[in-house]
């Protein structure tokens, strides 16, 4: 081959060379910064813009956490600030799993602790952006490397001014919102070009061998969030009832005078000693009987035909007492189904009235092998109902409230709540209250929702509600 000939070949293998992009592998080991620091950026990313919706709040920052985690696991053999770095972020995924699972719980943080917690995470985030940037610096002056910009200054400058604008008025604020945002977009930008300026010093990275593959690590933690949560969901939303044998009745005389004044039988059955005696005096009885039909959440009105529903009978009775008193009873019975993931319930009643007369009382009941027993209704408070949504914001009402759920392979399911309401003024007043029912196909909740929450909103296939109406007829009637 003549020496025209072999620079024709040459320039030919050139030509063809240039159009053949290197394998992800390849690059990888020409620029071992690109991986982990791609990984760093975009863990930020996912951390740092969250959405209120679709559980992203939850899924992205588990996402964004763990690929933190994973780029500094590869970091963590090239320097001390880098190990500093790596430390904290296993910190964050320990941090992370265990919040996320008190959130399904009634004892998530609330309150100033919530704030507190907070700004120790914004801080564990900054001090491992801190050392990332020390890393890199080091890197930088062994390799004699001149870097391109400072981003992670950048990013922990952006980091305290999200802390400030968190307690200002400007929190809320579209105009505060929007600047970050963009602010935010350019750091991530910056942070992901950072490597291309590490492309020199690529010797001074040191391989971090591991054990568990970044795929298996990645999915696994993720999962672990998962099964955490549902973990917590099924201990709440299915609690242990304080459950006893049933007693036999008593107070034989008032019962015979409820069940002449109209109290039905299956009802009278069930009450307790005390509550009866609370009863004791009645001057009328008035019941009101309706059936709730329960759904999935999914069933279209064209499917509620073919579908067999979860019913639940209830009763509102009105007991009439002395002194301008009306005992109120809601009675429920599981007809069809039953409750075993934590339902809820709240009871509400017209504005007619001056106050509750601070007796509040109910009791779950039902059947298992062979044995009655009767349980109180869990988490029933104390006739005051503190919401909050995005509309009202937080207001309290004077509503009573609780949770319905029985044991597995509980029959014959059913229960009351007993309230007594002093009227506003003796004589014939007329009135209505209510029963709202929230009925759960499953326990997965997150985050916690207390009975009050859950049977808030209007009515759908599992929130139902019974209204019932009275009138108070007076000592004379």
Known sequence: MTGPE?????????????????????????????????????????????????????????????LQYLGFRALRRSGPAFRLAWALSAVRLVWFAAFTALEATPWAPEGVLVYALGLTAMGIQVVQLLALRAGLREVCRRAETPQQGDP???????????????????????LA?????????????????????????????VDAPVCVSSRVMKWGYLLACLLLVLGASVCVNHPRLDAQPQPA?????????LAALG???EVLADLSDEHVRALEGALYVY???????????????????????????????????????????????WRQ???????????????????????????????????????????????????????????????????????????NQRGYVLYILQ??????????????????LHPFSLPYQTPAELTSGWTDNTLQQHLGLFEARGQAG
Not at 38 to 60: K, S, W
Not at 304 to 322: F, H, M, Q, V, W
């Open 152 to 174: 992670l200054r950048s990013a922990v400058i952006w980091q305290l001014v999200v802390i400030v604008l968190a307690f200002s008025p400007l929190s809320q604020s579209w």
């Open 177 to 205: 919102f929007l600047p970050m945002l963009l602010a935010f977009v350019l750091i991530i930008r910056s942070l992901v070009r950072l490597s291309g300026s590490l492309g020199g010093a690529g010797y001074c990275f």
């Open 423 to 440: 009227l506003r003024d003796p004589g014939i007043i007329r009135g209505n209250t209510w029963i709202t029912y929230r009925h759960r």
């Open 249 to 257: 009745q008593g107070e034989a005389e008032t019962r015979q005078a």
């Open 287 to 333: 019941a009101q009987q309706d059936v709730m039909s329960f759904y999935s959440s999914t069933t279209t009105e064209v499917q509620k035909a073919n579908t067999e529903a979860d019913r639940l009978g209830s009763y509102i009775i009105y007991i009439e007492l002395p002194d301008s008193r009306m005992a109120v009873l809601n009675y429920f019975d």
């Open 337 to 411: 189904g039953g409750a075993y993931w934590g339902d809820a319930v709240r009871l509400g009643w017209q504005d007619t009235y001056e106050h509750l007369t601070g007796q509040i009382g109910g009791a779950l009941l039902y059947e298992k092998d062979g044995q009655a027993y009767t349980a109180p209704i869990l988490r029933l408070n104390n006739g005051v109902v503190t919401t909050t949504d995005w509309f009202f914001g937080t207001r309290s009402d004077s509503q009573i409230s609780g949770t319905v759920s029985y044991p597995f392979g509980a029959q």
């Open 6 to 66: 072999r620079d024709r070949f040459d320039e030919r293998i050139e030509q063809e060379l240039a159009g053949i992009v290197p394998g992800e592998g390849i690059v990888g080991e020409v620029d071992p910064w690109r991986v982990p620091l791609g990984r760093i950026a975009a863990g930020l990313a996912l951390t740092g813009i969250t959405f209120n919706m679709l559980y992203l709040q939850y899924l992205l920052p588990a996402l964004g956490i763990v």
């Open 263 to 265: 109290m039905p039988e």
